[in-house]
C-alpha cells in the first residue's frame, strides 16, 4: 500500500524524447557533415593511429569542438544533448578524430578558471588520463598520441600536463590515437584543482566521457547495421533474400531495438546532466554499460550476417567490429560500473554505508 | 528532448488530490485482495463510479458522459490509475473498440452508444485470437454467413478477456473464405447475451482469467456489423494500432511504447526486494556481494534502456526485461521469493512470486514479441518472408469441436 501511495505521489515528468529545432539542427548538419567528410576510405587511410588532421580542422571550423578556455564562438557552449548527437553522427562512420576526449577536457578546463591564464596550447586537441597517476606510472590514454595536452589526476592533484611532443602511439585493435603516457619532468605542469574537488572534477569528466562514447557507440552500431541490412537484402539463399528469414531479420531486429534504446537511454542520461546534475544518479555509467554491450553485438552481429564475406579485411564491417570494442574498452569495464551502480541503489534501499562514504552491503568485501 | 518536472497549476493540483481522494475511496484494499485471487480485472461498482465521474472517456465533453478534461488532465488520470493498481481491464478495450466504432458505424448508432459507454453500462471486449490462430489473428476462421438480414456465426475464439465483464464482443469473422487472407474478414459487434454463445473461463498461471468463446449458430442482425463486408482488415487497424501505439501523436508526456506498462510490474517486483536485499545483505542471500551488487545494476540498467525504448522495439524490451529481470530477482532472494501472497515470509506480500509468474504473458499477449519483430525488421526495411499462408486464407486442418 505505501509503495502505491509514494508512485501516486511520484512527480510527474516530461519522456519527450523528441529533437526540438535547434537540436534537430544540429542532427542533421552533422549527419552531412561526416556522410560528405568521412567516407570509409578516410577512415582506411587515417589507420593505424586513427587521426585525421584535416577531418579534425574542419570539424573544428564548425565551432562544434568545445573551446577549452570558456570562450565558444555564439556565448553559449553545447550542451551535452548536442555533443551527443554530434557523437553519434561521428560514430557511425568511425570518424577518426578526438572529438570526446577533446570535448570532455575543454568543459573540464572551462571549469577551472586557473586554465584561461596559463594557457593550452591554442587549436590542437587535448585529451584526459583515465586513471589516476601515481608517481611516474605509465597508463594508456585514449587519444594522447595525437595530444600533447593532457589533463590527469596525479597524486590527488588535477594537473594540466602539456609535452614537447604527444606520447607514442601503442598500436591498437581500434585504431585509436592510444598513448603510451605518463608524467615526466619536462612537462609544463598546471596545477587546476586538489584533494576532493580535484577527484569531483576527474569523476564528472569521466562520466561525461563515457556518456558521449556510449553516444558514439550508437552511432558505430548503426553504421554497421546498416551495412548487414544491405547485404541480407540483396544476398539471396534457397530463393529468398537472407534477410527474409527470421534467423537473420530477427537477430538484426534486436540490434535496432537495443541501438534504439541505448539512444534514448544517452539522450535522457545527457538531459539529466545537463539540466538537473544531482537527479542524474546512475544515468550516465547505465548508458555506457548499455552502449558498450549493444555495440559488441551489434558489431558481432553485423560481421556475422555478411558470413565469410564480412570477417574480410575488406568488407566495411571489420572496421567496425573492430572499433566495437577499441573504443569502449577505454572507458573501463561496464561491469564495474554496474557493480557500483548496484552498490549505490542497494545503499539507497538502506544498506550500511560506513563513515568512509563507500556504500557497502553487509558481506561485501571491505 | 525534455524530462523535465511538469509544472501543475494551481487546477491542475486540486484535479491531481481529486484524483488521489477518488481513489483513496473506490480502490480499496478488499478490490485489490480480491483481485490478485481472482484475476478478473474488474469491479462492477469501481468502473460505474469512474464512469460517474466522467473518467471512462475524459476527454469527451460532459454533454456526452465524459469529464472534459485537458490533455494534461487526463495524463494525471491515467497515470494514477495505473498507479492504484485498479482492476480496470475493459476500460482499455472498450477505448480502443470505440475508435472502430466512431469510424463506422452510423451516427445513430453512435450517438445512442456514446453516453451508455461513457457511463460504464456499455463495454467491449476484443475476439481476435481463433484456437489455431494465436497472434495470426488475420488468418481467422470463425465463420459469419449472410441470410437475409442477419448472419450466422459458427466457431470459437480464445483469449476474449472480459467476455464475463463485457456487453459486446468486437469480432473478427470470416466471410469470404475464397478471399485473399485479409479480404475475406468482416468486424461484427455481437451482443454477447445472444442465444448460442458460450462462454468459458481459462486461468492463466499468471492468475488472470480470460476465456475461450464459442460460437454456435449465433444470429447477429447485419446492424452490429462494423464498416463494410470484407472490409474487416482496414477496419480493425484503428484499434489495433492503438494497442500497437502506432502512428500516434505525442505530447512528450506518453510512454515510448506499450512495454512501459509491463515494465512496471518488474518495477513493482524490484521495489519490493530491494529493501529486503539491502536488509540482510549477501551474508543471508544465496548470491555473493560483487554478484548481487552486479545483477541489481544490471536489472536497473535493463529497466532504465527499456523505459525509453521506442515502438514496437519499447514493447519487446518491456516484456523481455520484465521477464528476465524478475528471475534475476528471484535469484537473488532466493526461495523466499516463491512464497506467495499470505504464506508467512512472503516479500512484499507475494510481490515477486506474483510478478513472477505474471510477467510470462507480456510476450504473448497483444501480439507476441516475434509478431513485434517482424514489425522491427520490417521497419529497417529487410524484406518479407513469402510463406505459404501471409497472403492466402489456409483453410483449418481442424474444425475445432466444443
Known amino acids: 500500500m505505501d509503495d502505491r501511495k509514494a508512485a501516486m505521489n511520484a512527480e510527474l515528468r516530461y519522456q519527450d524524447y523528441s529533437l526540438d529545432d535547434e537540436e534537430e539542427a544540429v542532427r542533421a548538419t552533422f549527419e552531412r557533415f561526416f556522410r560528405v567528410e568521412c567516407p570509409s576510405s578516410r577512415v582506411r587511410e587515417a589507420e593505424p593511429v586513427g587521426f585525421d588532421p584535416r577531418l579534425w580542422e574542419k570539424l573544428a571550423a564548425t565551432g562544434a569542438v568545445p573551446d577549452p578556455l570558456g570562450g565558444d564562438a555564439g556565448g553559449e557552449a553545447p550542451t551535452l544533448v548536442h555533443l551527443a548527437l554530434i557523437a553519434e553522427e561521428l560514430g557511425r562512420v568511425l570518424a577518426p578524430v578526438p572529438f570526446i576526449s577533446h570535448a570532455v577536457t575543454a568543459r573540464l578546463l572551462a571549469r577551472v578558471t586557473s586554465a584561461r591564464d596559463d594557457g593550452v596550447p591554442a587549436g590542437e586537441p587535448i585529451t584526459l588520463a583515465h586513471r589516476p597517476v601515481t608517481g611516474t606510472g605509465r597508463q594508456l590514454v585514449p587519444d594522447a598520441a595525437v595530444c600533447r595536452s593532457v589533463v590527469a589526476l596525479v597524486d590527488d592533484e588535477l594537473v594540466l600536463c602539456v609535452s614537447g611532443r604527444p606520447a607514442p602511439h601503442a598500436r591498437n585493435q581500434g585504431s585509436t590515437p592510444l598513448g603510451d603516457w605518463g608524467v615526466s619532468h619536462d612537462m609544463r605542469r598546471v596545477r587546476l ?13 569521466l562520466r561525461e566521457w563515457r556518456l558521449l562514447m556510449a553516444a558514439a557507440l550508437v552511432g558505430l552500431v548503426r553504421g554497421a547495421l546498416r551495412l548487414a541490412v544491405d547485404f541480407a537484402k540483396t ?78 579485411v575488406e568488407a566495411d564491417s571489420s572496421l567496425y567490429f573492430r572499433r566495437s570494442k577499441g573504443w569502449s574498452l577505454l572507458g573501463g569495464d561496464p561491469g564495474v560500473i554496474l557493480t557500483q551502480a548496484g552498490a549505490q541503489l542497494l545503499a539507497a534501499a538502506g544498506a550500511r554505508i560506513p563513515e568512509a562514504g563507500t556504500p557497502v552491503v553487509r558481506g561485501l568485501p571491505q | 528532448v525534455n524530462f523535465g518536472t511538469v509544472a501543475l497549476d494551481d487546477p491542475h493540483q486540486r484535479f491531481a488530490r481529486d484524483v488521489d481522494a477518488f481513489l483513496a475511496a473506490h480502490v480499496t484494499t478488499e478490490i485489490l485482495g480480491l483481485e490478485r485471487d481472482s484475476g478478473d480485472g474488474f469491479d462492477e461498482r469501481l468502473y460505474r463510479a469512474l464512469g460517474s465521474r466522467g473518467w471512462i472517456m475524459p476527454r469527451w465533453p460532459a454533454e456526452v458522459g465524459g469529464a472534459g478534461l485537458d490533455p494534461l488532465s487526463a495524463h494525471i488520470l491515467s497515470v494514477k490509475l495505473t498507479a492504484s493498481r ?11 473498440v470505440w475508435e472502430a466504432i466512431e469510424r463506422y458505424m452510423p451516427a445513430g448508432w453512435v450517438a445512442e452508444f456514446r453516453p451508455k459507454v461513457a457511463a460504464g453500462a456499455v463495454r467491449f471486449c476484443l475476439g481476435y485470437s481463433d484456437p489455431e490462430g494465436g497472434s495470426d489473428i488475420a488468418g481467422a476462421h470463425l465463420r459469419a454467413v449472410r441470410r437475409g438480414g442477419t448472419w450466422l456465426l459458427n466457431g470459437a475464439k480464445m483469449f476474449t478477456t472480459g467476455a464475463q465483464n463485457c456487453q459486446y464482443v468486437f469480432l473478427i469473422t470470416r466471410t469470404d473464405p475464397d478471399a ?17 454463445i458460450e462462454i468459458q473461463a481459462i486461468r492463466t498461471f499468471g492468475g488472470e482469467r480470460t476465456n475461450a468463446v464459442y460460437y454456435t449458430d449465433v444470429s447477429v442482425p447485419d446492424r452490429y456489423r462494423v464498416g463494410a463486408v470484407d472490409d474487416g482488415w482496414s477496419v480493425l487497424h484503428t484499434p489495433l494500432d492503438q494497442e500497437h501505439h502506432v502512428g ?87 526461495v523466499a521469493a516463491m512464497l506467495p501472497r499470505g504464506v508467512p515470509g512472503a516479500i512484499g506480500d507475494g510481490e515477486i512470486e506474483f510478478m513472477h509468474r505474471f510477467a510470462q504473458g507480456t510476450t504473448i499477449y497483444a ?35 466444443r
Not at chain 1, 193 to 205: K, N, S, T, V
Open chain 2, 248 to 334: 500516434q501523436e505525442t505530447d512528450g508526456l506518453q510512454d515510448q511504447s506499450l512495454g512501459r506498462a509491463f515494465l512496471r510490474h518488474l518495477e513493482a517486483a524490484y521495489t519490493a526486494a530491494l529493501p529486503w536485499l539491502a536488509a540482510r545483505g549477501a551474508e543471508e542471500t544465496p548470491s555473493a556481494p560483487s554478484a548481487l551488487c552486479y545483477r541489481v545494476g544490471e536489472i536497473a540498467m535493463e529497466i532504465e534502456a527499456a523505459t525509453g525504448a521506442p515502438g514496437a522495439g519499447g514493447r519487446i524490451l518491456g516484456a523481455e526485461t520484465t521477464i528476465r529481470g524478475v528471475a534475476a530477482l528471484t535469484d537473488l532472494v532466493g
Open chain 2, 180 to 196: 485473399p487472407k485479409h479480404r475475406g474478414l468482416t468486424m461484427f459487434l455481437v451482443p454477447l447475451s445472444s442465444p448460442g
Open chain 1, 193 to 205: 584543482a586538489g584533494g576532493a574537488e580535484a577527484r569531483r572534477l576527474h569523476e564528472l569528466a
Open chain 1, 235 to 312: 544476398r539471396t539463399t534457397m530463393g529468398v533474400p537472407i534477410g527474409a528469414l527470421q534467423g537473420i531479420s530477427f537477430q538484426l531486429a534486436d540490434v535496432a531495438i537495443a541501438m534504439d534504446a541505448a539512444r534514448h537511454l544517452v539522450w535522457r542520461a545527457a538531459w539529466f546532466m545537463d539540466h538537473e546534475p544531482a537527479q542524474a544518479g546512475q544515468l550516465p555509467g547505465l548508458a555506457y554499460a548499455y552502449a558498450c554491450r549493444a555495440a559488441t553485438t551489434g558489431a558481432v552481429s553485423a560481421v556475422h550476417v555478411q558470413g565469410g564475406l564480412g570477417f574480410t
Open chain 2, 86 to 96: 485498479a482492476p480496470l481491464n475493459p476500460l482499455g478495450t472498450t477505448r480502443m
Open chain 2, 367 to 401: 501480439g507476441t514479441t516475434e509478431v513485434f519483430r517482424g514489425i522491427v525488421a520490417r521497419q529497417l526495411g529487410l524484406p518479407d518472408l513469402d510463406l505459404p499462408g501471409r497472403r492466402k486464407y489456409l483453410r483449418p486442418q481442424t474444425i475445432p469441436q
